[in-house]
């Protein structure tokens, strides 16, 4: 599968010198939470949020090189939504961003926020949470978008902050 979206490719463009070597991991995944998006919620009008949500959402790893990523991905976020005349989103997708790793389930105002943690859960856990989906459709974004070290990037990352921060390692998890 050669797919790509008309919102997504532009943004990553941007980001590729900050990506570096994981450009590829990383563009993988937000393709595949992307897909889950649409799994979990086919209605058009959230399409483009979604994919917006999708490249910021962990983007802060590399533009602050932090683990403890969501304010910073939230910020990204934030400029390039007023950069395009879609600061309407702002507080949706920001909070798709900051719950997307919640545990629990989001009750908010905007059913897109749980339907975006779901969707990156489908991802993280190598599609062993299918929320009830089509396990076959996620696996198919699977072998479309393959992990290319995305996981195991994320140990690793997980590891050393767990050294350093021993009694807040996952700060990226909300309640």
């Not at 719950?99 to 062993?128: C, I, P, Q, W």
Request: with cysteine; proline share 6%.
């Amino acid at each position: 599968m050669n797919y790509t979206h008309p919102t997504i490719e532009p943004i990553f463009l941007q980001y590729k010198p900050v990506l570096g070597k994981d450009y590829t991991k990383y563009k993988n995944h937000v393709y595949r939470v992307f897909l889950n998006c649409i799994l979990v919620d086919p209605t058009e009008p959230n399409e483009e949020k979604y994919a917006i949500a999708a490249v910021f959402h962990d983007i802060g790893i590399w533009t602050n090189n932090t683990i403890d990523y969501l304010n910073p991905s939230i910020e990204q976020a934030t400029k390039y939504l007023a950069e395009n005349n879609k600061q309407h989103w702002t507080d949706e997708i920001a909070q798709m961003i900051y719950a997307h790793h919640k545990t629990s389930m989001y009750k908010g105002e905007h059913a897109t926020v749980e339907n975006f943690r779901k969707a990156d859960y489908m991802d993280v856990t190598l599609g062993l949470f299918t929320y009830g989906f089509d396990r076959k459709k996620i696996m198919d974004n699977r072998k479309a978008f393959p992990n290319c070290g995305f996981h195991l990037f994320l140990v690793k990352k997980i590891t050393k902050n767990f050294f350093r921060h021993p009694l807040h390692p996952l700060p990226m998890f909300t309640k």
